[in-house]
């Protein structure tokens, strides 16, 4: 079953502007991480925050984390066509590591 | 250097046909994970593997799919009598060190899109 949720699942945007994503999941967690998927590519890691953290950046990527709230969202500032691609939130279960994902937003950036 | 692969790429199958799908993790990685991706959804957790023991086997959906790793590197995904609501592409994952409390990043490979007809 998927752990968590994704808002929007699809998000369209001109090149230049800025990009929100939200994700929710259902149980405590260690870290969150969010991943990247391009047309036919496997995930690419991009950034993992961990439970006692509230913000991280990396680049252009900002994500947050409220675990009061069970959210994080992931900006993506200065959007490129190449960031197309879906984006997943996932969190991984303690007894393995294995990694619970949510059903991803699909982002779309015009030249 | 080298990522995860996974071969072949695409499988078409015709329907109670076996197949056999192949991962090639990153050398030393001591966990491996093979995950099933619906079309438009996220992947979802078939099994794990910490060197040659399958420690978890528990999102595998049937009996009809068996996974090893009889070395402790290569593992292969066999799904036998395959039916249409097995395709999907099949991801698979390595991790340096992995398990209980471990939180380490997972590489994946680019995935095999399977496709039973």
């Known amino acids: 079953s998927q752990q968590g949720e994704e808002d929007p699942q699809a998000l369209s945007i001109q090149e230049g502007e800025n990009a929100t994503m939200n994700c929710s999941y259902k149980t405590s967690i260690n870290n969150l991480q969010w991943y990247r998927q391009n047309s036919g590519r496997g995930l690419v890691h991009l950034i993992l925050?961990?439970?006692?953290?509230r913000e991280k950046h990396s680049g252009r990527l900002r994500v947050t984390l409220d675990t009061s709230k069970k959210s994080s969202s992931l900006l993506i500032t200065a959007s490129r066509a190449a960031d197309t691609a879906s984006y997943f939130c996932?969190?991984?279960?303690?007894?393995?590591?294995?990694?619970?994902f949510g059903a991803g937003t699909r982002l779309t950036v015009k030249p | 250097g080298a990522g995860v692969s996974q071969s072949p790429r695409y499988k078409v199958a015709k329907r109670g046909q076996d197949v056999a799908l192949r991962c090639d993790p990153i050398?030393?990685?001591?966990?491996l994970f093979w995950y099933q991706q619906a079309l438009g959804q996220g992947p979802e957790f078939l099994t794990y593997?910490?060197?040659?023991?399958?420690?978890?086997k528990s999102g595998l959906p049937s009996d009809r799919f068996f996974a090893e790793r009889p070395e402790g590197s290569v593992s292969t995904l066999k799904i036998q009598r395959t039916q249409q609501e097995d395709s999907a592409v099949y991801l698979c994952?390595?991790?340096?060190?992995?398990?209980?409390?471990?939180?380490?990043?997972?590489?994946f490979g680019p995935g095999t899109r399977l496709t039973v007809l």
């Open positions: 996932a969190t991984p279960r303690e007894i393995n590591n294995d990694m619970r």
């Open positions: 593997f910490q060197n040659e023991a399958q420690l978890d």
């Open positions: 994952a390595s991790s340096l060190v992995g398990g209980q409390g471990a939180w380490d990043t997972q590489y």
């Open positions: 925050i961990r439970s006692n953290e």
């Open positions: 050398s030393g990685h001591v966990s």
